[in-house]
Structure formats: C-alpha cells, structure tokens
C-alpha cells in the first residue's frame, strides 16, 4: 500500500512509519471599520503547519497493537512537539479491542473521520465542541471498541487530555490538582446498504462525571468552557466562547446520519450539549446548547469516499488515476459543501446576569474543492463565508461577519 | 526479536526503531485534615505518560555504534518534546567503548537497570538522588566503559544536563553562565556465580568538581539541591529537599550488592553523599546525608530476571509463555517488594540556623505486581506507604504519612 | 549508501530515516577586567546539542518526493521540539522541481550546503545574516528550483519562519498578526570545469516585500532586525545587533566565487544588505551594511570536496580509507581557515541620532581541522579569533575581542 513496513512474514510484528505534513495558506477577508468592541479585528493571515507529525504503528506477538505517534504542528502556531496518539490494544478477543492510552474516543461521524482523508480543512464547529468534553485528540483513556460487518461499538472511560506548549503560547498553562473524569460512547451502523450505495446512522454521548480542578486559588476551581475557532485555525482566536463556567459535570448527545451513493455523499449530525452549574448563583439555571451541520461531496472523477466499519466513519475517495499528465492521468477531483452552526448563547437576555451565557451564534458556510493526486498527496482549496452573533457583557455586539480562503497542502502516510 | 530493524547483511550498518509508552495512572490517598504547613496537601491523581519516546538506534561502517532517542512524556505533566539519548560510541577497541554525547553514566544497579525491565515504576529515592549529582539522564559527557564476561568498569566526565521544558511548567529555566564538571566512577561484577545462581557487588563515585554557574545575579549562585518525588511521578512534588546549597563541590559513593538464585533475586544499595559548602558562614559545616534500599524479586511462573554484564545490571526476566490464552498461555508473572530510605535533614537541630538543612527523611514501602504478557508490554500495579518526617525553618512538621497505588501500562521495544 | 532505507524495488515508493547529533563542546577565552559596559562579559562556555534530528525523506508514486525531519537541538540551549524541513515537491516536469512547505531556500553557497558536510561548525556571519531576511531553515515557502548538469537556478516565495521555544528561553515569542511576505532568487553555475578542477559562480537575492505585523501595540510593528552570533553558538548571545527598525522592506544581493583543483577548495561571498524605513524620522536615511568571507580547504588525505550541482554547494569530501587502524586506515583528515567580516554600523557617527545604527562590526579569524573517520562520522576541532567593535548609545565601546576553541562530534545519516 506504499506505506513503508517493516514486519515478519508471517505478519506477528509489524511496524509502519507514518508522517504527516499539513500546510495552511489562508488570507482573511474582514470588513475594514469594525467597531472596537468587536473580538479579533484583525484576524493573522500567513502559513501554518496544522499537523506536522511522524510515528510508528503495528503490531507485537500477534495480538497487541500499537500507536506511537507525535505532533509538531498546531492551531495558530505550531506545537513545542508532545504525543499525538500513544496506546496500547489487544485485539485477541474478537471482535472487540481493548484499548488504553492517548487517543481520541469515537465520538461521532466526524470525529471518528481520518484528519487525513476529511471533506473539509476542519471538523463543523459543533462536533468539535462536543467531543472536546470528554474526549478529542490526545485524551488519556481506557475502554472497549467492538465492531462487526455493519455495526460500530465502543465504550471508553477518559481522563484528562496530554498536557502541550504551544510555540505561539503567550503564558504556562494552569496547573491542575485533580484530573478530569467522563465517558465516551457510540453506536452506529450501517442498517440500509446495496451494491453502490449505504446509509449510516448513529448516536454517541459524552460525559463528565467530574471536571478538573484547578485548585482552591483559581478564579473558577472546576472550569468547563465551551468554545471554538470558526474552522480555520491559521489564526488560533476562538471568536464563540462561553467563558468557564462552575459545573458539577457535563453531558453531549449527537446523532449521525449520512447516505451515500456511487460517487455521492451527504452527512449530518446533530449535538446537544448540557452543563450542570456548581453552586449556582440565585436564578442561574443549567445552560444548554446545542448546534448542526450537513455536508456534501461529489467526486467529480467518479470514484467514492471509503467507508470504513472499524471506524464507522467515511475516509478519502480512493485514486483510480494517480497524477501522470503525460499519461492523460490527473488524480481523483471534489467538491465539497457544507453548512455548520453552533449556538453558545444562554438565556443571552435574561434579566438575571448571573443566567445569562454569552458564548456567541456562528454560522459558517463552506465551498470546496480538493484535489488527490494520489493517495498520499492532497490539496484543498476552501471558501468560507463566517457569520458571528455576538454580545458582551455590557450588550455592545462584539461578531463580526467575514470571508477567508484557505490552501492546504498535505501528504500524509 | 521482534524490533523492527533495517540492516546489511553483514551487519556493518543497522538501524532499529524504538518506541516507548509508560502510562501512569495514580490515586493518592492522603489524611483528611492535615495542618496548614504540611507541603502537598492534595497530591495530584490522574494520569501522566512517563515517558513517550521514539528513536533509532545501531551501528555504522561496522565498529562505530549511535543511539538518538527523542522524550515526550514527564514527572507531572509531559515534557515538550526533548533529547533522551543522543550519543557516538566507538567500538573497535575490545572490550572498551568510547563513548560522547548525551547519556546517563553507570551510577549503581538501579541506575544502569533498564527503565523498560524495570522492577518498580521508579528508582529508591537514594539512588535517584546520588545519580542526579553528576549522572542521571540527558547528562552530556564522555568518557569509557568496558566488561569482561564477569566485570565491568566505567569513568565519565560529565557535564550539564540538556535542558527541557516541561508542558506543565509554571516559569522558564534560570539561565545558565558556566555549566557544571563532574566525575562519574563505576566498577562493578559477578564474582561468585554458578548455573542458576550468582553474586553481584559493584562500587560507584560521583564527584561535582565544579557547580553550574547560575550568574553574579542569582540568588545562589553555585547552587546545588538535593531533593526527590516520592517513587511516584503522577504528581510531580518534591517532598524532600534540601533546597538550594551554594557549594564548592560534591561527591558520592555508592556500594552494591545482589544476589539471584533461579527467579528469585534480592538487591540492596547504600549510598553517602556530602555537599562542600561555598564561603560558609561562621558555624555552617559541611552537610552529609544517606539512605539505602533493599529489594527482592520472586517470578512466579518460573522464569528469571536476565543478568546483562554489558551494564552490570538485571533487566526484566524473559517470558516463556507469551500470553495467549486460547493456548492456555498466561505471560509472565512477579511479585516485588521494596523498603527505601532517604534522610535529608544534617544538623537539623543545630543552635546554629546556617548549619541546618531541613531536607527532611522518607521512607517508603513499596508492594507490586508485574505482568508481563509478552517482552514488548508490561502492566505494574504498585502500592505505595510513605512516610515523611520534615520540618521548615520555624520547626513545624510539614512531613505526612499517605498511601498511594499506580497502574503503570507500558509498550517498549 | 548505509543510510537505512525501505524502498519497493522500481524505486516508486521509498522512505529513508535520519538522525543527526551535533554536539559542540566549547571554551571561551575573554579578558579578565573587561568595563562594565562590555556586551557579554562572561560568555557561557560548555555543551549543547546544536542540531539533534530525526526525520524520514523518501519518495511516494514516482515524482512526489519528501522531507519531514524535526530538531530537537538548538543555539545556547536546546529547542523543544520543533519542524526543521517539511515540505512537499513534484519533480516530474524535469529539469524543474515544484516544492512547498518548510525548507530554506536557495540563497547563496554556505546557505546551500549541507551543514552536515559544512567546512565550518557555523556559517560566515554576513551570510547566515543575509539568508535570514527572506530564507533561513524552517522558512514557509513555495517556489521552483531547476538545475542542469552545469546550472541552477531557483525562485522562491516566502513567508514566516515556523515558530519554536528554546528550552533556555526566558520569555514567550511576540504575537504575530500578519506574516512576513518575500521572495528568495538564486542562479548559479560551474562556467568553468575541467577533469579535476572546477570554477563556481554564482548571484542570489533576497526581498522583504512586507515585514511581518507585530501589532498596534508592539514597540516596533514592522520590526526588521540583523544581528548575529559569532559564528559559535554555545552560548547563544549575539554581539552584533542593528535593534529593531522600523521597515517597509528590505533586500540582501549577494556573489558567490569558488575554485577547486584536486583537494584544494577556496570559496568566497559578498553580500551587501539595504533596509527601507517606515515612516523615518526627520533626517533618518535608508541604512545599508556589507560583508563578505573567504575560507580555504585542503583534504590532507587527498579526498575531494564534492559538488552537487543539484544544490549548486560543496559537501563533505568522501572518505577512500574509513577508520580502521588494524588495517592503516584513518580517515579523511582536512585543513580549513576562514576570514569572515560583517559590519552593522550605518552613519553611526551622524550628527543626526535617529539615523544611526550602531549595530557594530565583528571580524573572525577562524582555523579547523576536520577528521572524517566515515562518511557519517565527523569530529571538527576549531580555534576562534573574534573581534567586535561596537559602541552603544552613549558612545561607549562595547565590543570585546576574545579567544575561543570548539570540538564539535557529529554523527549524520
């Protein structure tokens, strides 16, 4: 498959070397006389390595798999190198893997989507948020991952995420007393399917049992904070945000549904996300959220986006004509679509202050185009046309609404 | 073997990759109502990498040997990426080896012992804290190492260790004008042996012949500390320290012992480490301090930890029957006990304020479990007593009693 | 080559890792009673890893060739983990190569030569100065390069550098809101070339269109600064230093001559670098600086410096009799001197304060020897001459001339 492996013939050890370069190239487009109250007037254009990554994956005396694999790259600026993924699996119990370390649990139909193989430079902002609760990259875990010919399982307890520098860091991080406690759980499957086409469907939840604690000397000792960059992160600025909120725990629901035919794919999923305040104030209720997002791509070379059960998820189409122009080959050809939208506002007008969460309504439509040369080289050309509502704490609105264009170029194997 | 590795046939050149996970995952269980003063009231549980490595390490044009070994993980958060091992060795002069570049230097059993085979998640107090002197790992330095079938001897000079960040850092490295020059000194081996039995005794010497310059600005300039976690590093508290020390030099001495009988083995160290005290002030004495361990070992499934005179230490023991338990195979089995002893405190009653050190004295009883499924992966469970006596300088206890128990889940090959 | 390789046998898919260590060992001879107002007085003699990498470089259907190779070392200490080369090219449109991605673009001799094969352990001063405006390692860029089997050439669009933290940081890097954007152009050539001999000329240039945006509240916004250590970067501090201007752009021209006969090398650049000032104060003119270097080789073995017209740039000699004494083999042994100047004063004695830049003038005297025991082994012992001449603000001399002696040990694949 072109990825380069050293193993014994008989395949009881094996090792992949893996490597990863993502580039962003993006240019912003925001109004010129933006009042001074609004959030990140001037957004930072320029180059980023989104991923920048190299590892080693296989497997040990038959049974145990393993992940070892590290990142360099960033959200607005590159990461000062920390572990990506780390763990360790059996998988000698059929059909299930039991798994422990750093990784991200599946926690839906994006999520659980290769970073490598996706439609769009970035997860929709309300997927993002919720797997962020209690699971994403780098959270440390342990749990059950289970699988059949048409149906996905998996149940993982979580802690807390891998601790990172990030280069373009302006302070350390906090430091943290006790650590976070949730759950991760999905099903989903493939009910409905033919020759040339399936339908996917399926639910997960998030849960924190208990956040982190920050200590007895911080502002707010068991901060959970909801917010987001508007899916593009060669500026890092989150632009929704609920600030941090006391809470008790947490909880996200989503559904997934998608239906794919012969070339042409359409997904959805929706989230609904709850926080359970500690020691709420005098008429300060629990906040809810919640947020969607559907997208669609038509491989205009005729090939299909892979769906992979192990994952439940859809990756890259395949490359039926690897780029060789002067044998009339040019790689497989996308478009893409997508409408994303995330409400972090809460009772954003009640009369009591203490009620009302700020965080901010973002709409964001994208269009692009993306070109595989071959499977291990892609290029991704996408418009984004932003949409942020936004108040204060006084009520001066703080959104902006603007444009930006974004080139990545990847390989990745 | 099972490591995945790239060579000539004739073996002039190879190339082996390394990957490490060590994943910790602790509770503290600490008194409820403990005074003000005490230091680490609440202990940080959760979990930590230890360590995150990936490198290459073999040989090239046939007698000149490398190791290059990258650090991800950390004591109480992970470090943002840094060099573990970096080093050039040449050995085409049997038996010797000459040896640059970034490594720890033979500083006794525990230190030269594997941190993959290793019996406990971490090293008794004592020799962590006599390594750290003028070893330990990351110390640049060059120097000699040579063994026979039944001795071994080393002599380093030694200088600074390579600096790092740590991703949970609260403040930058204090610069650095003039870095530190040591000695490490070791001899070593097996003189009474037998089939399935042997006898290992080893010395060892660590000299500081000149402390690290921290500049005309600092507030100790040629500061020398000793101090150590407690054999746990989820939470990344000292509780013994002796703080810092303006010094001349120091040195210490170490003596080893151990005894294997099939799959049983017992080790023990003792080491003496004084400190020459910098313009002293009137009445200020040179402080010394020691501690020793003693621990054993029993495999239950028969097997034996193996005795590499390469390193003059015992590594983990082989597993006969890889776990498969379709197979009726289990892996390897073992029991651990340990009892470690540091005492911190010189002159800690003097009439004299300038004479005492108030590092304070730790014991700890260790109990563990390890399985090994195969010689790649590894699980320890380890209960923890620890007990310290401390004071501050206005003679409260500061010292706590607590328990603490540890799943270590490794992959390392 | 001994570099460890995986590959398919038509030579479409290959992957090759690398490691490099660089560790320089140094010590610093100043004068004892230098005034107080000296830059510098106690310069931090010691170890530190300059370079220490891994990566994997290879190639993936065909005609798409990459580079991922991280850094681990650095200057005055070592950096956290961080990209070194991360890029992406097509070379099926021969002779021409497209690449994107993370590299230092062509910009002169020294710039392109390999700095695992490089003649001294750093670059001539005005060079590594000159590189740095638009090029340099880590430069994000995207542009051609095509050379024949007498010719190069190559023109590169530039961004920002990728950020990274240096372990011995005291503070966190500058925000950044808009990116550097500039163009690195080079044309070189063997015009003369006989069966052992051969005549290098070559011009290169590089261009600040717009430098990159600190922001409204930064000191300086658009900040371009030259400056430099003294061609040894145990410790990291620089002796000559503009300070930050103030510039709308900026632009560096420089020639490049160099002759080989048999094992003789002598090379020599110019460099001549103008700032444009933004918004200069009344009587503020333009500043300009200049220097150049002239360095010598001579392979007392008889091995010859080799030319790779691909990077238009000498490499390391090959090595005819590896280390191996039982059988008279020693190596590659070389003779290398260096003169290098850079002046950074401008109108330092204007009348006029604001249009002086007393950035000072730094001459190097350096002579090396160079024993190859392999070709990826390297030991490179270097006496250092400096002297800067530089006056601060108020007039005071603040340069020094001081002695300094260097090992560096390598180890390169």
New interface residues.
Partial sequence: N?K???A?PDGT???T?H???Q?D?AKYDQDDRLPAAVTAR?L????N?RR?R???D?K?????D?N?L?E??GSG??D????QE???QYS?LKPLRFR???FAPPLGLEDAASVNGSLFPERPAVADIARGLAGADTR?GGGVIGNGDHWFASAIAT??L????N???????A?????QQGYALRVAGMPLHGFDWLVHVGANASIVAQPTDL?ASAGTRYALQLRERPELRVDGTRLVDTGQIDAKGAQAYGLELAAQKQNLLIQGEYFDISLDRRNPAVGASDPSFNGWYVEGSWVLTGERRKYNIGAAAFDAPGVDK?????NGQWGAWELAARYSTIDLNYAEDSLIAADRVRGGQQDIWTLGVNWF?????KFMLDYYDVSVDRKNTTGAAIGQDYRALNLR???A?
């Avoid at 891998?162 to 520098?165: A, D, M, R, W, Y």
């Avoid at 040369?373 to 080289?377: Q, S």
């Fill in positions: 072109g380069p492996t050293i014994t050890f094996s090792a070397l490597g990863v370069m580039l190239t001037d930072s254009g320029g180059a390595f920048a190299i590892g080693v296989g040990v005396f038959g049974n145990f393993y070892i590290f360099f790259g600026a590159e000062a190198g920390r572990v780390l763990w360790l000698g422990i370390g750093a440390i802690g807390p891998v601790q990172s520098l280069s373009g860091a302006t302070a350390f991080n430091p943290i007393f006790d650590e200590g690897p780029f060789d122009p002067s040369p071959n499977p291990a080289v170029s990847q390989i194997f």
